[in-house]
């Protein structure tokens, strides 16, 4: 976990911006040298192609009497075709121009995104399993690494790793691998071990063993378990404390694809969409989904920001997810001098023993250089440490624990204007509450009111209550729609996301103070990065019982079994979609009666309605695709997807065509009709034909088409409803979802 003032300020585990990663050299001749990443699409199965041969070839035209070994820092050729260079802008230039190439471009950093959660989606330890095929799948963890000490990560009672394994154990020093953790890579520092936190949190959340008795020092004690506790996983360390730079997230993809891992999670992304043939979560899903792995993406932590960022995870042949709560909250109370209590949120481990201590607020302990508003919010450098210490402070602002951690404060009592949405906790560094305005208004008038002499005040440690609201899509879960592709809905589903208690890295501290010197073996986090690991156990238990679906498959059933959650009505629908295509059920997905179908030519066909030549799908794809004339007229939206979604102009009518097809994986014998729930927001006409589907054998398909007419909407606005199919006991919802949100330039990366 990065340490640094933004997380502060946004109180967002895991939420960063996306930068460019700048590597400098001593050289001067290597002054204007950044790290550039060239992709050749697909792997050349030629035994005539010599891969290494061909890329320093190519880089000795363009780099001239500088050594190629110089500037080379890494070759993909285990699962697809490329390589990473230093070179300057002027020599990228002249790789672009090359055949052969589809893409040339910087590399970027990207950050990573971030018990009771599986209980609560009704995934608990009686449901129906499958042991044996379980054990029999790995998850490859793209992230931080991760601390193969760990009781999540014990190899005891595990067999040998699968026959198809092909990876290694190459974590480093003093780094051991075992019967569960059967693989381990690092492509930052100098082992596969986790100095962040982050990779160990995600891949005890996915697969990691249960652990009895875990706790934060002693808050939501329980049992920790992954969703598929008898999986296998294989961490591949591409982040360091400063991020992920994705010629590493590359080089990671292009190990566990030829590992033979069966599913990859990634709790990374950046701020903005990026085009497909520039991201390389992007580049690395495709391949990987070529080989039959479906690979699940955080959707992003974008969501409060105040210019709307829509989601950076766009790829249709990837699974995103967003984040939603639990019905977990952990509380912080605070005892105030008059007998009054206020309830905030906050992980608070600490306890002041029925002691009660002087509280002041920020103006009032404030140097005399400091605008009074900024001191009320206890802005840095604004407050004098002898006059804060010994005492609880008072903050109109989340970032007061800043200050108070700096300057010896005993704790702090501070306002979030975020815990009016969807609550969630911060694990805090000393006692703390964090006040929404109700509550912040009952101290504020105690501590601020002329009439009280002395306030005082005990701050209580944490403790947890249940939260009847729950699911909720989180408030900083990014949103919809998809700015690279409007007519493919994303995020594809939610998943819990909140206040997660999981795995932990006992060298880092469990908040980004260095003051606070605690190890902790298990740790509270939010995210979209935690929500993606139980997306990714869900796919995986899915394959565990049904082996023989594809990935398109399993994330068809994980979408149309999803859970309604009500639309977030505190958030304008100009901050993006506020609905949630559904909360993941992983129980009723394997028993999904009928499944939306998508192939390596769909997603071709995609490519190609968006303006891709053949010539770089040929070279992406590795075959003889290319893209028909009559392409130009197909939309993104006749893909064989889940959901149903489209971009139409403010202010006018439409009419829109869809055309799908499902596969029966339910009873041989039986019958579907469908349902169109209704819709008040706006006058929207749904016609399906036929409405009726018979089926008289598994795998069965059946087509059918869409309809959908409306009167026009707002700009940033959209309409939304739901297509159900049922038998009488499935029920296979897609939403569809018409929308007039419009991208600029600036939106993409």
């Not at 040339?104 to 042991?131: A, H, M």
């Not at 210019?307 to 509380?331: C, E, H, K, N, Y």
């Not at 002087?358 to 001191?375: F, L, R």
């Amino acid at each position: 976990m990065a340490k640094s003032c933004f997380l502060q300020f946004f109180n967002i585990s895991f939420i960063f911006f996306l930068g460019v990663s700048l590597f400098c050299n001593t050289n001067a001749n290597d002054e204007e040298r950044r790290v550039y990443i060239v992709y050749m699409g697909s792997r050349v199965e030629k035994a005539t192609y010599q891969t290494l041969a061909v890329h320093f070839n190519m880089l000795q035209q363009v780099i001239g009497e500088t050594s190629v070994r110089d500037v080379l820092i890494r070759n993909y050729k285990n699962s697809f075709n490329g390589f990473a260079a230093k070179l300057t802008d002027q020599e990228a230039k002249g790789l672009a121009g090359m055949n052969g190439v589809v893409s040339v471009f910087p590399s970027t950093t990207f950050y990573l995104q971030t018990t009771r959660s599986w209980d609560f989606i009704g995934f608990n330890e009686t449901v129906k399993r499958n042991p044996t095929m379980e054990s029999n799948v790995t998850i490859g963890v793209i992230d931080s690494g991760i601390w193969p000490e760990s009781e999540s990560f014990s190899g005891k009672g595990f067999g040998p790793p699968p026959q198809k394994w092909k990876g290694v154990c190459n974590g480093g020093k003093n780094f051991t691998c075992n019967n569960k953790l059967i693989g381990a890579r690092f492509y930052t520092g100098d082992s596969a071990r986790d100095d962040v936190g982050h990779g160990s949190h995600t891949a005890s959340t996915a697969a990691g063993n249960s652990v009895k008795g875990a706790s934060f020092f002693g808050l939501a004690e329980g049992t920790a378990k992954g969703g598929v506790p008898s999986a296998r996983i294989a961490a591949y360390k591409a982040c360091d404390p400063s991020g992920c730079p994705s010629e590493k997230v590359l080089a990671a993809f292009d190990d566990a694809i030829a590992d033979g891992v069966d599913l990859i999670t990634v709790s990374l992304g950046g701020l903005s969409p990026l085009n497909f043939t520039v991201d390389t979560i992007a580049i690395g899903a495709f391949h990987a989904m070529e080989k039959g792995i479906l690979t699940v993406q955080a959707a992003g932590n974008t969501g409060d920001f105040d210019d709307f960022g829509p989601t950076p995870s766009t790829s249709p042949w990837l699974l995103s997810v967003a984040a939603s709560s639990i019905d977990r909250q952990f509380i912080s109370k605070v005892v105030l001098g008059n007998g009054e209590t206020a309830t905030g949120l906050a992980v608070n481990s600490f306890t002041l023993n029925g002691t009660k201590f002087p509280v002041v607020p920020g103006e009032n302990v404030a140097n005399d250089y400091c605008d009074e508003d900024i001191a009320r919010k206890c802005g840095n450098g604004c407050l004098v440490k002898e006059l804060v210490q010994g005492k609880i402070l008072l903050c109109n602002e989340f970032w007061g624990i800043k200050e108070a951690v700096e300057l010896g404060a005993v704790g702090a009592i501070v306002f979030n204007s975020l815990n009016d949405t969807v609550p969630r906790a911060e694990v805090v560094p000393l006692p703390v509450t964090a006040l929404n305005r109700d509550n912040f208004t009952v101290v504020d008038t105690y501590v601020r009111n002329n009439k009280t002499i002395n306030p005082t005040a005990e701050i209580l440690r944490s403790e947890t209550i249940k939260d009847p609201d729950a699911p909720r899509v989180a408030y900083f879960s990014s949103r919809g729609p998809n700015a690279l592709i409007p007519d493919v809905l994303k995020p594809d589903l939610s998943a819990p996301g909140v206040d997660i208690l999981a795995a932990y890295s006992p060298i880092v501290s469990p908040t980004e103070y260095p003051q606070d010197k605690r190890q902790a073996k298990y740790t509270v986090f939010s995210g979209t990065s935690m929500a993606c690991p139980h997306a990714a156990a869900a796919a995986v238990y899915v394959k565990t019982i049904h082996p023989d679906w594809s990935a398109s498959a399993i994330k068809s059933a994980l979408m149309t079994t999803t859970s309604f959650i009500e639309p977030n009505s505190q958030v304008n629908p100009t901050q993006g979609l506020t609905l949630s295509p559904g909360n993941i059920n992983p129980v009723k997905a394997i028993n999904a009666g009928l499944v939306y179908e998508t192939s390596k030519e769909d997603y071709i066909q995609v490519l190609c309605s968006i303006g891709y030549t053949s010539n770089i799908i040929r070279i992406i794809s590795g075959d003889n695709s290319s893209c028909p004339e009559s392409s130009k007229n197909v939309s993104a939206r006749d893909m064989n997807y889940p959901s149903l979604a489209a971009q139409v102009p403010a202010n006018k009518t439409f009419k829109l065509e869809f055309h799908r097809t499902v596969t029966n994986v339910g009873s041989a014998n039986s019958t579907y009709k469908v349902q169109v729930s209704q819709n008040s927001k706006h006058s929207l006409n749904v016609t399906v034909v036929p409405e009726v589907l018979s089926f008289k054998s598994i795998n069965e398909k059946k087509s059918f088409n869409v309809t959908v007419t409306g009167e026009g909407f707002e700009e940033f606005d959209y309409v939304a409803t739901d297509l159900v199919w049922s038998d009488g006991s499935h029920m296979v919802r897609s939403p569809i979802v018409i929308h007039s949100y419009t991208f600029n330039s600036n939106t993409l990366q």
